[in-house]
């Protein structure tokens, strides 16, 4: 009768607290628990990918380390969880993970009805096509009739449907989840062509084919993908810590303050590397965060420019191009912080 | 307690107001806790559904199936109906719905096939026979069927030339990594003629068999009508076919650009599927059957060697019928399995049901709609699967007479 009772209240209760127990807000949860636990790609070099060792390195996994470090202060306290492009949506939706670090393209219906908000771009690409050299293929316009391998639920299946429709040419899909097992029916054989975004192709080519020489990426980039971190709509303050994090470490490089030389430039007269930099207090707060939460990035991960370079400049051969700065030619605009 | 002491004063239980004298009777008190429980459980319920709609309207995500109407805009690599990427969302999942099916018939008749006759090697005379299936179901059952399907795909992918250098061992027939192609008849009216005539022989076979199986009642005379039967059928076909003008233009598949066009085409995730769920589920059908086998008693091979009946006979007309009753049961959660089993095709890039959800929820958002609707179809499958083997249970269960 005791373990009846109990059981009916117990029902009670958590019918009429249902609404407060799960309301609170992400960085809360996130204290708490001690660590941000981050949804990243399965494996792409570059971006995201587990090293010799087992430690994740890459452009999207060092995004992850600076929300760590200005939300923690430590740049560690991270926890990752490889997703497929299929899975990632239900795991932020469903509170795995606290923030979606995984090249995934702004669009409109993700923004709204997939409920998620998008915190900025941290890498602009498109998507482009990849084939055998041997078949001597120069554009993607001769690929009418072509076999092609892509990751089911990405932008890059509605892209490579609209791209064939558009140019009236007829495609056979083969959709496979894992992009290891999709990337090594290709490399096969099975597929003529193999379609992701163009920093993706350059990925694969350099660090999973036989030889890289063998293949090429034809020079059509079909779509716009802006890739950036995604959070679960209806938490403002989650939002602005992640969108103020990747701003700062772009701040931090317009700035050229660099992991090296911050603790020295904390002396700096320059108002804007101090409010950064937490020496005049104000953003950190702001954020409800530690005022040294801009520091904590830039010492323990470096600026953007740093993550670029060890990263996709020095694994995959791709330069700044689009990714630079605005100041030197490229779409990278960090907003103001003061 | 000793018989001296003086029985409790009865007064104590009078005086309780009535509801509690009605909740200490026994039969009361059973209603009140069913109605706590299934209390608690609506309870349960309500609170799960509406913290779900709470959560999915704060993150502003969409309910409902309206999204099942708009145009789904991915392109599946194969489709029993016509499909292209200007389609709905529903014609989508339709198209998941409708390779699941096929994949899980062609397999389930293949793994009954292949266990059936492995199952009977496992029993054989013959020690090598025996010692090889022995093998085969060891090895196959232990695996896991994700690995297989892998380990199928991969081998086909690899070991099989590119459509270019396709081999080519007969006639129209070439063999790729990209899949089987090999000509068919292209279409005419004579083949429906066919079909017309070879139902009207498998009427005509079915009749004699009904008169052979009679007449022997009645005689003892047996009389051959299975071949009988298969000739009169063969024949009745033959006749339709030379009648309706006996017509022989092929579709042959070609190279053209990438692929081989035309003709008629097994794809390789279909085949590393179909193989991967046909070995897997035939080892354990050919346990079954084995053990089926062995549950009939010795004295029935016995009797049966005894009355002279040769031993395809003994197995067929003696062993089987008997060996069925214990079979079917554990046969049909075989069946159940390859159907629920094939939703791994995800792995392998073959476009089923589920395959085709996760895209759609995935460009959707509607996770919990469209995994309603998945759970829902296999949900049915299974039922449909286990509501036909229990009818066909039923017909062949002993009947006590």
């Given at each position: 009768?005791?373990?009846?009772?109990?059981?009916?209240?117990?029902?009670?209760?958590?019918?009429?607290?249902?609404?407060?127990?799960?309301?609170?807000?992400?960085?809360?949860?996130?204290?708490?628990?001690?660590?941000?636990?981050?949804?990243?790609?399965?494996?792409?070099?570059?971006?995201?990918?587990?090293?010799?060792?087992?430690?994740?390195?890459?452009?999207?996994?060092?995004?992850?380390?600076?929300?760590?470090?200005?939300?923690?202060?430590?740049?560690?306290?991270?926890?990752?969880?490889?997703?497929?492009?299929?899975?990632?949506?239900?795991?932020?939706?469903?509170?795995?993970?606290?923030?979606?670090?995984?090249?995934?393209?702004?669009?409109?219906?993700?923004?709204?009805?997939?409920?998620?908000?998008?915190?900025?771009?941290?890498?602009?690409?498109?998507?482009?096509?990849?084939?055998?050299?041997?078949?001597?293929?120069?554009?993607?316009?001769?690929?009418?009739?072509?076999?092609?391998?892509?990751?089911?639920?990405?932008?890059?299946?509605?892209?490579?449907?609209?791209?064939?429709?558009?140019?009236?040419?007829?495609?056979?899909?083969?959709?496979?989840?894992?992009?290891?097992?999709?990337?090594?029916?290709?490399?096969?054989?099975?597929?003529?062509?193999?379609?992701?975004?163009?920093?993706?192709?350059?990925?694969?080519?350099?660090?999973?084919?036989?030889?890289?020489?063998?293949?090429?990426?034809?020079?059509?980039?079909?779509?716009?993908?802006?890739?950036?971190?995604?959070?679960?709509?209806?938490?403002?303050?989650?939002?602005?810590?992640?969108?103020?994090?990747?701003?700062?470490?772009?701040?931090?490089?317009?700035?050229?303050?660099?992991?090296?030389?911050?603790?020295?430039?904390?002396?700096?007269?320059?108002?804007?590397?101090?409010?950064?930099?937490?020496?005049?207090?104000?953003?950190?707060?702001?954020?409800?965060?530690?005022?040294?939460?801009?520091?904590?990035?830039?010492?323990?991960?470096?600026?953007?420019?740093?993550?670029?370079?060890?990263?996709?400049?020095?694994?995959?051969?791709?330069?700044?191009?689009?990714?630079?700065?605005?100041?030197?030619?490229?779409?990278?605009?960090?907003?103001?912080?003061? | 307690?000793?018989?001296?002491?003086?029985?409790?004063?009865?007064?104590?239980?009078?005086?309780?107001?009535?509801?509690?004298?009605?909740?200490?009777?026994?039969?009361?008190?059973?209603?009140?806790?069913?109605?706590?429980?299934?209390?608690?459980?609506?309870?349960?319920?309500?609170?799960?559904?509406?913290?779900?709609?709470?959560?999915?309207?704060?993150q502003n995500i969409a309910t409902g199936y309206g999204f099942l109407s708009l145009e789904a805009s991915f392109g599946i690599s194969e489709s029993m109906i016509a499909y292209s990427p200007a389609d709905t969302y529903g014609r989508a999942l339709m198209v998941g719905i409708l390779n699941t099916i096929k994949v899980s018939i062609v397999g389930i008749l293949l793994a009954t096939l292949?266990?059936?006759?492995?199952?009977?090697?496992?029993?054989?005379?013959?020690?090598?026979?025996?010692?090889?299936?022995?093998?085969?179901?060891?090895?196959?059952?232990?695996?896991?069927?994700?690995?297989?399907?892998?380990?199928?795909?991969?081998?086909?992918?690899?070991?099989?030339?590119?459509?270019?250098?396709?081999?080519?061992?007969?006639?129209?027939?070439?063999?790729?990594?990209?899949?089987?192609?090999?000509?068919?008849?292209?279409?005419?009216?004579?083949?429906?003629?066919?079909?017309?005539?070879?139902?009207?022989?498998?009427?005509?076979?079915?009749?004699?068999?009904?008169?052979?199986?009679?007449?022997?009642?009645?005689?003892?005379?047996?009389?051959?009508?299975?071949?009988?039967?298969?000739?009169?059928?063969?024949?009745?076909?033959?006749?339709?076919?030379?009648?309706?003008?006996?017509?022989?233009?092929?579709?042959?598949?070609?190279?053209?650009?990438?692929?081989?066009?035309?003709g008629w085409n097994i794809s390789t995730e279909f085949t590393a599927l179909l193989l991967g769920l046909t070995i897997y589920t035939s080892t354990y059908i050919a346990e079954i059957v084995r053990s089926g086998i062995e549950s009939v008693p010795k004295g029935q091979w016995e009797a049966s060697n005894a009355l002279g009946l040769r031993p395809g006979q003994i197995l067929r007309e003696?062993?089987?019928?008997?060996?069925?009753?214990?079979?079917?049961?554990?046969?049909?959660?075989?069946?159940?399995?390859?159907?629920?089993?094939?939703?791994?095709?995800?792995?392998?890039?073959?476009?089923?049901?589920?395959?085709?959800?996760?895209?759609?929820?995935?460009?959707?958002?509607?996770?919990?709609?469209?995994?309603?609707?998945?759970?829902?179809?296999?949900?049915?499958?299974?039922?449909?699967?286990?509501?036909?083997?229990?009818?066909?249970?039923?017909?062949?269960?002993?009947?006590?007479?």
């Open positions: 009768m005791k373990a009846l009772k109990t059981l009916v209240g117990g029902a009670l209760v958590a019918a009429t607290f249902s609404g407060a127990a799960v309301a609170g807000p992400t960085v809360d949860a996130v204290k708490a628990k001690g660590f941000v636990q981050c949804g990243v790609n399965t494996s792409l070099p570059g971006f995201s990918a587990p090293d010799s060792q087992g430690q994740w390195e890459g452009l999207d996994v060092d995004l992850c380390r600076s929300i760590a470090a200005a939300v923690l202060g430590d740049a560690s306290k991270t926890k990752f969880t490889p997703l497929t492009a299929a899975q990632r949506f239900t795991a932020l939706q469903s509170g795995e993970i606290d923030v979606l670090t995984r090249n995934t393209t702004w669009t409109l219906t993700r923004d709204t009805k997939l409920g998620l908000n998008f915190a900025g771009v941290n890498y602009y690409d498109g998507q482009g096509f990849m084939v055998a050299k041997n078949m001597g293929i120069k554009s993607a316009t001769e690929l009418s009739g072509a076999t092609v391998c892509v990751e089911p639920g990405t932008t890059t299946e509605l892209n490579l449907a609209d791209y064939f429709r558009a140019n009236n040419m007829e495609f056979e899909p083969v959709v496979i989840e894992d992009a290891n097992e999709a990337i090594q029916a290709f490399f096969a054989g099975r597929c003529d062509v193999y379609t992701t975004d163009a920093s993706g192709l350059a990925s694969y080519r350099q660090t999973s084919a036989p030889n890289p020489d063998d293949y090429v990426i034809l020079p059509e980039i079909i779509s716009k993908e802006p890739l950036g971190p995604a959070v679960r709509h209806g938490d403002d303050e989650w939002l602005d810590i992640v969108a103020w994090s990747l701003t700062a470490s772009l701040e931090a490089e317009e700035k050229g303050i660099t992991s090296a030389n911050v603790d020295s430039l904390k002396a700096s007269s320059d108002p804007g590397v101090q409010r950064l930099l937490g020496v005049t207090a104000g953003m950190g707060e702001a954020l409800g965060l530690d005022e040294a939460w801009a520091y904590n990035i830039i010492k323990q991960v470096g600026n953007y420019g740093e993550s670029y370079e060890r990263n996709v400049t020095k694994k995959l051969g791709l330069d700044r191009g689009i990714n630079a700065l605005w100041n030197k030619g490229g779409l990278m605009y960090p907003n103001p912080i003061r | 307690m000793s018989r001296l002491t003086p029985p409790l004063p009865r007064s104590d239980a009078n005086k309780r107001p009535w509801f509690l004298q009605l909740f200490y009777e026994e039969k009361t008190r059973a209603i009140i806790y069913q109605i706590l429980v299934t209390g608690a459980l609506i309870l349960l319920g309500w609170y799960l559904v509406s913290n779900t709609l709470d959560n999915l309207a704060r292949i266990g059936t006759l492995v199952g009977i090697a496992r029993l054989s005379p013959n020690w090598l026979l025996r010692q090889f299936s022995g093998a085969y179901i060891n090895t196959f059952r232990n695996v896991p069927l994700l690995l297989q399907l892998f380990f199928w795909y991969a081998l086909i992918n690899t070991s099989l030339p590119k459509p270019r250098q396709a081999l080519n061992p007969f006639g129209d027939t070439f063999i790729t990594n990209r899949g089987i192609y090999t000509a068919i008849p292209e279409y005419h009216v004579a083949y429906w003629w066919m079909l017309a005539a070879a139902l009207l022989g498998m009427l005509g076979w079915w009749l004699l068999r009904r008169w052979a199986i009679r007449r022997q009642q009645a005689t003892g005379q047996p009389f051959h009508h299975g071949i009988a039967g298969f000739c009169l059928t063969l024949l009745a076909v033959i006749a339709a076919y030379l009648l309706a003008g006996a017509p022989s233009a092929m579709d042959a598949p070609v190279l053209q650009g990438f692929n081989f066009k035309g003696i062993i089987l019928p008997q060996a069925l009753r214990v079979i079917i049961p554990p046969l049909t959660n075989q069946f159940l399995n390859l159907t629920k089993n094939s939703s791994l095709a995800v792995a392998v890039g073959y476009p089923d049901l589920v395959s085709i959800s996760n895209t759609t929820m995935n460009q959707t958002g509607q996770a919990i709609e469209a995994i309603a609707i998945f759970m829902t179809i296999y949900l049915s499958l299974s039922l449909g699967i286990s509501l036909f083997m229990n009818w066909y249970n039923n017909r062949m269960a002993l009947v006590e007479r």
